[in-house]
């Protein structure tokens, strides 16, 4: 067991671990936040994807011990404020949420595109979510919401009518 | 016929409107099974049988058991119960023998993660190994070993399926419409052909998990990531020969199923080892890798074909036989089975038809349902097919799709008569191959190909699917108006992604005539509080529960207008409402509000009459008839949705590389009732089916182990594999009994999909693929004329890999 | 993870060592974890002490002198080097391969010096860094030696790595510095996987050189290209080297083929 101390979403944690659990276990485990998902332990889904120190990263391939020190941004952090943000609000317009079960990671992985590319193009959106899969949308309403989030959608999404 | 109500006039009901649970998934704070923790919660692993059939010799499990924290350890031997969908051939851990790579032989609960897999790791299992058989044509053999030498003791659903005691054949579905022979001697050509698709996973991304508390008194809860609580309840109530009064089953949000999580699945497991731990809660979540093996997939399927055409390519005859890999257990296979026996032939008229569908035991992870039920796989074979008729003859393929589509007056495979509001298959054909611009290749696309040096094919295909369901399938919804007028839905049809409860809750609105906002249905599902559904699978809930949630709503208003009729000393024929207050109509001022109505209404001095407002929506499933067993004549069609894909591709010759160009899905929906899920389902359903078609598939080796169970070898498709442009198009001819005209489109995007790729890729390049998935190096053989890879399962005979013990040594010194 | 462990991250790499020869073999390092952490997971590597090095500053080291070359520090990430501005302007090859390692999000965590370490047949790194005459710095206790990268590697995931041994860095000498190259990955999706098979080439003073992976049980080299030699001949040369299997990815016939497919693709581009 080790000491461990982080910053999540602007909070301080202080904890006792376990030396091998990952800090994806332990955040949904022994802190409770679990909007933070977990799709296959193996760092291939995305699902578990946090921003930590500023980066995005697979919180399924980090020992908890390792984040000792550090500043950990999660899913529940987006909407602290009691607003949801801007990127939300353009998932819920879009539809681009349907189980939500890869949602949380995909949100984190755009928050961290957004801060490289502030108006990703189309190919851009679609190389900076790579990493996460998404089985039921096929991907296309979260790139219009990105899109749209980011001043950049021309026409809606509307279906059409033969 | 229930609310068929002018565009003009709707509200909520074809209008965008956001998800109703989205922002609760949005923030992270949804609920899933997976995030539950209970107090006292034990956790479980499974020990899981590395062979594809083995004698079990002996189970050691004293280590294990002593281990400090192992609350429970359990082998099949003690387990005396026996669970099953439509055929009852499952123990809950193997017993004797084991049937397939990855089945559960023993399990244990513990007080930690790490302690129950360490004692997992601590559990002796002595095998015998035995010879499987690994492929359904060789299981069709005389000398076949018996998956299941007991099938003639097993109970199974004798309205519906045909087990044949003696062989490896779970069910064998048969149909006959008129007469197949004579077609084929009045034909012009005869063309007979087979087709191969792999077993497949669904890749929830939520893994299958479960929490079972099997408390004093035989009373037990579960919580599970589960498509359908009552028919979960009642198979887990069968099995433990408990009265479904004693179980109560739980559902909050699921993170995706895809047909997966219909039935029951881990739950008798969990529900053991908590009986044994003494009560204590157990959670058994699923590890990516079980979600391969230990759980089911989607059933291999050979399917040959053989179709006699007329001199104007008109279809005389077709003669069609399915052979569906059970893998070990019959579960859902025998009904993908039956229900793609009695839409085999897709949508064309058939005039002579006949149709042997086979249900195989092999040893392998047993096929369960997945989106399309079926028709993802034969839709593969049967659209190939039909493009190879139309070269053959000479004609154009969609052109020959026209000409044999079915329409008005037209008779279904089963002898249904098709009517005008059935839907039209032509106009989604139409609208791909405009949409694709089908025959052609626009400038814009030829100096595409002269600049990449790539070949450019275009293909249209068609679909047709019907809800896979029992005549009787039946639904309810219950609507409880609040203290202050909002209504609250309660309903055990699950949303696991779909969308279906927006669109529930737009139809409500809509049918009270309240603001969207004051409508909520429940989202966590409750077989103790909640109205029976019987499953949330088949596209068939948009227009079940659309129907019942309609019924409940008219129901509340109806007893609402009752109380304020004697509130306002007035008629009921003359009262009328709006979102606040229901009002005399020749004397609007004289009203009563459904604040004043909610919980029942109070008179000034003190009299009260009505109670609570409640209205009931009951709705089952009407005028469906069993089949014949012997001709597969009847009526197994609540409604039938027609689609078609539009594909452009283009491929290199060289290399067998392609790109997706561009995919315009279409679906006759009756009525579109949220666009923006209905959008989502075509989008997401196709790169599902895009998936299957391109990179997915199980691969095992000579043994039966399964080499590819995880991401690493099984890949799915990223937001790089969505083709650069995708359509979505709706047609809208209104289905008289769905809700507003509407029909299910969950399951159909995924169909076809694959064999508008093929066909495509051999519009491009001539390359001639009758097995998936289409990767490069399949279509790279197949213009080279090369024999096709050896190690997928689809073409071996023992559906294996040539080299399979240099893979397997590879497999596990690579990365 | 449910195997258990316990966790040291020592301060300095003395201390390191020092945990290394008193552990051997027990020990694991971890730097990313994105091989070790998912070997864990699974089972394949059961180590009872995990060193991770990160909290060692000159692991973190990353520098570039024209005169001197480049040093890729153990715990230097894939998106790190990435973002070196010297990379993408003088090891093209580099850039090339590193930006198809993996996703964006184990890229951030992920090493060019674990990569080479795991020494899997797929590695993105190693044909790239076998073209640039890379070396691999190791220390251990009492020494430190430097091994050529194609002596680094010895068959599938092993190495002349001592279990008390680490690497320090990678070396890249500044032979190479602003070559033309170029990097082809055949995978199975268009999103991220590894490598059924990779070709790596690198143009130079009138010579190129081509690596490959996932072609043989170690990453390949062949012996350099003149200028205008023949794309056949450099097939051929390429088919003679490499001796690829069948699996689950794919046959030998057809990572043959691409072999010869990339080589012939990369000397367009690049201009061989
Ligand atoms: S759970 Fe971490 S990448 Fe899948
Ligand atoms: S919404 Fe279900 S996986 Fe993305």
């Known amino acids: ?162 | 016929m229930l609310e068929q109500i002018p565009a003009a006039e709707l509200r909520y009901v074809g209008k965008r409107t956001p998800r109703i649970d989205a922002k609760e998934k949005l923030t992270g704070q949804a609920t899933y099974v997976s995030d539950m923790v209970l107090s006292g919660m034990l956790y479980a692993r499974v020990k899981t049988s590395p062979h594809a059939r083995a004698r079990i010799v002996s189970i050691n499990t004293e280590k294990a058991r002593k281990l400090p924290g192992v609350r429970a350890v359990v082998i099949g031997e003690e387990l005396d119960y026996r669970v099953g969908l439509y055929v009852v051939d499952k123990a809950i851990l193997a017993r004797n023998e084991v049937r397939h790579y990855g089945e559960a032989v023993a399990a244990v609960a513990a007080d930690s993660i790490e302690i129950a897999q360490k004692a997992v790791d601590l559990i002796d299992v002595e095998y015998e190994v035995l010879k499987p058989v690994l492929h359904p044509l060789d299981a069709l053999k005389d000398d076949a070993p018996l998956v299941h030498p007991n099938l003639g003791e097993y109970d199974y659903m004798e309205a519906a399926f045909t087990p044949k005691p003696g062989t490896n054949i779970a069910n064998h579905t048969k149909l006959r419409k008129g007469d197949v022979e004579k077609a084929f001697e009045e034909a012009e050509w005869t063309i007979e052909r087979e087709y191969t698709n792999p077993s497949v996973q669904h890749v929830p991304m939520e893994t299958h998990v479960a929490i079972v508390k099997w408390g004093y008194d035989d009373e037990v809860t579960i919580w599970s990531s589960a498509q359908s609580p009552f028919t979960l309840r009642n198979l887990f109530c069968t099995a433990f020969r408990l009265p479904h009064r004693n179980v109560r089953v739980i559902v909050p949000h699921v993170g995706g199923g895809f047909g997966g999580k219909a039935g029951i699945g881990i739950e008798p497991l969990v529900a053991v080892l908590s009986k044994k731990a003494g009560g204590a809660p157990v959670k058994l979540t699923a590890t990516r890798e079980q979600e391969f093996s230990l759980l089911p997939c989607r059933s291999q399927l050979t399917y040959r074909i053989k179709t006699g055409v007329s001199k104007d390519g008109k279809i005389l005859g077709q003669k069609m036989t399915m052979y569906w890999d059970s893998g070990a257990y019959a579960d859902y296979a025998v009904n993908v089975t039956r229900a793609s026996g009695y839409s085999a032939g897709g949508p064309y008229e058939i005039p002579n038809a006949q149709v042997d569908a086979y249900t195989i035991y092999t040893n392998k992870p047993f096929g369960t349902a997945y989106r399309g039920f079926g028709h993802v796989e034969f839709h593969w074979g049967l659209e190939r097919h039909m493009d190879l008729i139309a070269r053959a003859i000479g004609m154009d393929p969609l052109e020959f799709r026209k000409r044999n589509a079915l329409r008005e007056g037209s008779t279904s495979l089963t002898g249904e008569k098709i009517r005008a509001n059935t839907g039209s298959i032509l106009k989604c054909l139409e609208a791909a191959e405009s949409a694709v611009g089908y025959g052609t290749l626009t400038e814009a696309e030829k100096a595409r190909q002269e600049k990449t040096g790539m070949k450019i094919g275009k293909a249209v295909v068609g679909l047709h699917k019907a809800p896979a369901m029992p005549p009787f399938t039946a639904t309810a919804v219950i609507l409880r108006m609040n203290e202050d007028s909002t209504v609250t839905a309660t309903l055990s049809l699950t949303d696991y992604g779909q969308g279906t409860y927006t669109s529930i809750a737009q139809m409500i609105a809509e049918r009270l005539g309240f603001p969207i906002q004051k409508v909520k249905i429940a989202f966590e599902s409750d077989t103790d509080h909640d109205p029976y559904d019987w499953q949330t699978v088949a596209s068939k809930g948009l227009l079940l529960s659309g129907n019942a949630a309609i019924l409940a709503a008219e129901d509340l208003l109806k007893n609402a207008y009752e109380i304020a009729a004697q509130a306002l000393r007035c008629q009921v024929v003359d009262l009328d409402h709006d979102a606040e207050k229901i009002f005399i109509r020749h004397h609007p001022e004289s009203s009563v509000t459904f604040r004043q109505l909610a919980i029942g209404y109070c008179y000034p001095n003190g009299n009260s009459i009505g109670g609570p407002l409640i209205g009931v929506g009951r709705y089952i499933a009407q005028g469906l008839t069993h089949l014949d067993k012997d001709t597969g004549q009847g009526l197994p069609a609540l409604d039938w949705t027609y689609g078609a894909h539009g594909m452009i591709v283009e491929v290199d010759e060289h290399t067998g590389e392609y790109n997706v160009l561009k995919v315009a899905s279409v679906f006759d929906v009756g009525k579109v009732i949220n666009p923006d899920a209905v959008r989502g389902q075509a989008i997401g359903g196709m790169l599902q089916g895009l998936g299957t078609a391109t990179c997915e598939g199980y691969i095992y080796d000579q043994e039966g182990h399964l080499l590819n169970p995880s991401f690493t070898d099984n890949k799915i498709p990223t937001a790089k594999d969505l083709p650069l442009e995708v359509e979505s198009i709706s047609v809208e001819t209104p289905q008289i009994d769905g809700p507003y005209g509407a029909r299910g489109v969950g399951e159909h995007s995924m169909i076809a999909v694959a064999a508008a790729l093929g066909n495509a890729l051999q519009n491009a390049t001539g390359a001639q693929i009758t097995h998936m998935p289409l990767r490069f190096e399949d279509v790279w053989r197949a213009i080279q004329r090369r024999e096709p890879v050896d190690n997928w399962i689809t073409k071996s005979p023992y559906g294996s890999c040539r080299s399979a013990p240099e893979v397997q040594r590879h497999q596990q010194q690579e990365c | 993870m449910t195997h258990e462990f316990s966790y040291h991250a020592p301060g300095s790499l003395d201390e390191a060592l020092a945990l290394l020869s008193e552990y051997g073999e027990k020990a694991a390092v971890l730097s990313g974890g994105t091989d070790l952490l998912v070997n864990i997971r699974a089972g394949l590597s059961r180590p009872e002490y995990v060193i991770d090095i990160k909290k060692i500053p000159e692991l973190k080291a990353l520098s570039y002198d024209p005169e001197d070359g480049l040093h890729i520090g153990a715990c230097v990430t894939v998106n790190e080097l990435l973002e070196y501005e010297p990379i993408a302007e003088s090891f093209a090859v580099l850039y090339a391969a590193g930006a198809e390692l993996a996703t964006h999000q184990l890229r951030h965590r992920a090493t060019p010096v674990g990569n080479i370490v795991t020494a899997s047949p797929c590695g993105d790194m190693s044909s790239p860094l076998l073209c640039l005459e890379a070396e691999v710095v190791i220390v251990s206790q009492n020494s430190t030696r430097r091994v050529a990268l194609r002596e680094f590697i010895t068959g599938v995931k092993t190495t002349v790595l001592a279990p008390t041994e680490i690497v320090k860095e990678i070396f890249v000498p500044p032979t190479y510095a602003g070559a033309q190259a170029g990097y082809q990955k055949l995978k199975r999706i268009k999103g991220h996987d590894l490598g059924v098979v990779a070709v790596a080439l690198v143009k130079h003073n009138g010579s190129f050189r081509i690596g490959i992976n996932s072609a043989a049980p170690t990453p390949l080299l062949l012996p350099d290209f003149a200028a205008g030699t023949p794309v056949e001949e450099v097939q051929k040369a390429a088919a003679k080297a490499i001796s690829p299997i069948d699996d689950v990815r794919c046959t030998k016939e057809y990572r043959a083929f691409m072999v010869g497919v990339y080589i012939e693709r990369l000397m367009k581009e690049v201009g061989a």
């Open chain 1, 1 to 162: 067991m080790k000491r461990v101390q982080f910053t999540i979403n602007g909070d301080l944690y202080e904890r006792e671990i376990h030396e091998h659990r990952t800090l994806l276990h332990v955040l949904r485990e022994e802190i409770g936040l679990t909007g933070t998902k977990e799709g296959c332990g193996a760092g291939e889904c995305g699902a578990c994807t946090i921003i930590m120190n500023g980066v995005p990263i697979n919180a399924c391939l980090v020992l908890a011990v390792e984040a000792d020190g550090t500043e950990i941004e999660t899913v529940e952090g987006e909407s602290k404020s009691g607003r949801l943000s801007p990127v939300q609000e353009a998932f819920d317009r879009h539809h681009a949420v349907q189980c939500g079960f890869c949602t949380p990671g995909m949100l984190m992985t755009i928050k961290d595109l957004l801060q490289r590319y502030p108006k990703p193009s189309r190919e851009q959106i679609i190389e900076g979510i790579e990493g996460n899969f998404c089985r039921c949308t096929g991907y296309e309403q979260i790139i219009e919401a990105v899109l749209d989030a980011t001043g950049q959608l021309e026409e809606k999404g509307e279906i059409k009518h033969a």
